[in-house]
């Protein structure tokens, strides 16, 4: 046999060739095998396509998400928050500046305004959370924020919203991220809060009620007030501001006078360098002492000083009622306590010298009828240091007497000096008359044809400055400015200062108040949800001057409060510097109006 012959070597011998059926059999299991094969390489593929397509979905979700989230930071905030800083807290200082933009201004054709028109950008949020993870708390913590947003910038639970979607946010690790080309909103304000209030310009080392705190019945060059307080820790004490001075002195009032506390009271005036005299009881009824030493220097008077100035040896005089014979006389006593008096005038020529008559610095000051002449006169007498006096001047005509009210009244009369001028403002039925000494003599009166405000004397100036309110919507802020030839009022309208915005109405009829900075006019009030709010003008332009908001009277701690910390304000102007006094919480605290338009704090010290 040839090789050719041989069987093949894949073949054992005893092996007989297939038959044709075993063939076919053979090849239609070689094709169902290479299409298993075949079906699971298409499904291998076809399960990585779907992981592929899926996590393209997830990642596409999680980016409509973050960029919501952006969107929505930057609309309502601004941008992201510091570290420690709460969206309420950034939103607030945001809602300040605009509660202060006139509400036409606020909005435009186009634009619902700030913070409605981030309502959108907070329901995409939830949206792209519904399609992507539905469980998350955000979804409907951002579905309350849009309705929220929706409110406008008065909604007091806007703030509260804010905080609720943005711990939910930080719960899924969202953090948002600047870019955004969103319309941001307006800079945030910069308040005072109470919690940041300068422990350095306390009033005390405890709070206590402004109707505590008096001032000098009629002012001279140093600007002075005294707490009458006995619970505090100090007890009653005096404060002082020098002429230029740039902080205050503050010195607790010593015993026996501290002992007659709540209610001693400045009515007097005052030498400068001397230390005030403190009376108790109605006009020192029930004694006059030394803010000084807390001695006693007058036990008893039956009816009161109509005046007492305090000289800087330790002598003063007082204008006084003095029985049996039914007059008023003057009084000096000297260092050493020698008394002397002369009389003056009896009531039947001068009426009631509670109202008609007071003694300033060294000058006696009555109105009263002359023979020969019509109408109601005002007549000054000078005092000398040796105790001697003059005849009376008469200074000229007072156009209208005076309507006694009744009540607690202060007197018709008071005074207000400054390094020029020393002033005399005389009460009338339905306007005030103010006389000047100027060229060593006193002119005739002028007449201001505003009732009230309170007086200060200004350079050869003299200023009467308050808010005449019938209602919280209703009233004027007035400032009359009168030298030696006339006065000349200023009034504004509290519907022109707050036209068009009543989110800045004041929260009540004792919750605004005015004077006069370095010729300009200061407004300050606290409106019911955006703060202290401040504004310096000119007269003729306050209507139209924007609002500083000085203090926040709603946080505390970084927390929007429901209720206001502030619990009373007061201001109190004596040449060129007018006190802020904002009684909070914590204390009261003094700050001084600027004519720039803001506040700056008082040092405090002894």
Request: proline share 6%; with cysteine; glycine share 10%.
């Amino acid at each position: 046999m040839t090789p050719l012959d041989s069987p093949p070597a894949s073949r054992r011998p005893e092996e007989s060739p297939p038959s044709s059926s075993d063939v076919l059999a053979q090849a239609a299991q070689n094709r169902q095998t290479r299409t298993r094969i075949v079906v699971a390489l298409v499904g291998a593929v076809v399960v990585a396509g779907g992981v592929g397509v899926a996590v393209m979905t997830t990642r596409g979700a999680q980016a409509a998400t973050q960029k919501a989230w952006n969107d929505l930071s930057a609309c309502t905030l601004g941008g992201p928050l510091a570290a420690n800083e709460r969206a309420s807290s950034r939103a607030r200082a945001i809602q300040l500046v605009v509660l202060g933009i006139p509400e036409e201004k606020r909005v435009s054709t186009n634009d619902v305004g700030w913070p409605g028109r981030c309502a959108g950008y907070a329901s995409a949020v939830a949206e792209a959370l519904q399609q992507n993870d539905d469980k998350q708390p955000l979804l409907a913590s951002a579905t309350k924020l849009a309705d929220a947003l929706k409110v406008g910038p008065s909604n007091p639970t806007l703030g509260s919203a804010l905080d609720d979607a943005w711990r939910d946010a930080d719960k899924m690790k969202l953090v948002a991220q600047p870019g955004s080309a969103v319309t941001a909103p307006p800079k945030p304000a910069h308040a005072i809060a109470v919690d940041s209030l300068p422990l350095g310009s306390k009033l005390l080392s405890q709070g206590f009620s402004l109707s505590s705190l008096h001032t000098e019945f009629s002012a001279g060059q140093t600007l002075r007030f005294l707490i009458d307080e006995k619970d505090t820790k100090e007890g009653p004490t005096l404060c002082e501001m020098a002429p230029k001075e740039k902080s205050l002195r503050c010195k607790a009032i010593p015993a026996p006078a501290a002992k007659m506390s709540p209610a001693l009271r400045l009515w007097g005036t005052t030498e400068e360098g001397a230390a005030p005299l403190v009376f108790v009881g109605d006009h020192g009824r029930d004694g006059i002492y030394r803010s000084d030493t807390g001695a006693l220097v007058e036990n008893k008077l039956t009816y009161g000083a109509y005046g007492i100035h305090a000289r800087k040896d330790g002598s003063y005089a007082m204008l006084i009622w003095k029985e049996p014979a039914p007059e008023t006389k003057l009084e000096t006593v000297s260092a050493g306590g020698k008394r002397t008096d002369i009389g003056l005038f009896d009531r039947e020529k001068t009426g009631n010298p509670y109202y008609n008559s007071g003694l300033f610095w060294n000058f006696v000051v009555n109105k009263a009828y002359a023979p020969g002449e019509d109408g109601l006169r005002l007549f000054v007498r000078t005092l000398s240091d040796d105790g001697s006096i003059s005849p009376p001047v008469d200074v000229g005509e007072v156009g209208q007497p005076s309507l006694v009210e009744g009540g607690d009244e202060p007197p018709h009369i008071r005074a207000c000096r400054s390094a020029d001028t020393s002033v005399i403002r005389v009460k009338g039925e339905s306007a005030e008359y103010l006389s000047f000494f100027a060229g060593g003599k006193w002119t005739q009166p002028v007449e201001a044809d505003t009732m009230g405000g309170d007086l200060a004397c200004r350079g050869n100036e003299a200023l009467l400055t308050g808010v005449d309110i019938e209602t919280e919507k209703r009233g004027e802020v007035f400032r009359t400015r009168c030298d030696v030839t006339s006065c000349k009022s200023d009034v504004v309208k509290l519907a022109d200062l707050f036209a068009h915005n009543d989110d800045m109405w004041p929260a009540s009829v004792n919750a605004i108040y005015a004077a006069d900075v370095a010729g300009k006019v200061a407004v300050i009030w606290q409106t019911q949800l955006g703060g202290v709010r401040l504004r310096v003008a000119p007269a003729d332009q306050l209507a139209k001057t924007d609002d500083v908001v000085v203090f926040d009277d709603r946080m505390q701690d970084g927390i929007l409060k429901p209720e206001s910390t502030l619990l009373g304000m007061n201001l109190l102007t004596q040449g060129d510097t007018t006190l802020l006094f904002l009684r909070t919480v914590p204390g009261v605290f003094v700050f001084r109006i600027e004519e720039s338009g803001g506040i700056t704090p008082v040092p405090i010290g002894t």
